[in-house]
């Protein structure tokens, strides 16, 4: 009987047990860790390896629950916005001070700039080596930034949020993910109309000017407005 009780209340493995208080749903964990070494007890009393696989299957899936329920949270939105809007900035930034300023590039990034191919020249060695180039010997105009279009853009797409947000009730996940498409919307449409039409250089550079000016107009509006629309859902939580 007594060795009965001693298996049957088996503790997890120091690991497994860590892993579950750590990256587990906080509030479920001491509950699951009980149920989990009853369950394993009995396991062990039959086939120790089965246990043993039965025992890290449920870690990970219970560690797996943790960290999505944590990923939908609209602080872990909020960060992962603000992340992604400073890293996007800084890239757009460098874009428009090198092509601003550029006399002369690589016969490969001036074939992707006529593409208007931005997504592989931000990818590109010699592009940051330019880009840093420019950026530190080069003035930075604040009329650089000044797109006509792109403001028009900022607007429809700040009004389209508003009513889609009144219209429908939507996460923060998903908020922030139908902002940055629709943010997405004037490089789509800037890249169609490059490549469909035959175009030369002074034509492309408008609608470059256009394609990546937009976002840098949106994606701080959107930042800002996920993590107040963000921060009031924590309140109600």
Known sequence: MANHISHTNQALPKLAELLIRKLGVPNYSDELIGDMQEEYGELMMKDPKTASRWMWRQTLLASWEGQKSLWQTPLFVSVITGVFTAMLLFVI???VVWLSNMDSTTPLLWEQILNGQ???IV???DFWQQATFAVNNTPVDIFMFMNVPSV?????????????????TMSPRVFSVVGMALSAVPYLVGYTVINTQNLDPK?????LAYMIIAPLYILPMLSTWAFFRNK?????A
């Open 232 to 236: 009031g859902s924590m309140h109600l």
């Open 93 to 95: 930034v460098g874009f």
């Open 152 to 168: 028009g853009w900022a607007l429809a797409w700040a009004v389209a949020m508003f009513l889609l947000s009144k219209r429908y």
């Open 118 to 120: 931005i997504h592989y």
């Open 123 to 125: 990818f590109s060695p």
């Open 203 to 207: 034509q492309i550079g408008p609608i």
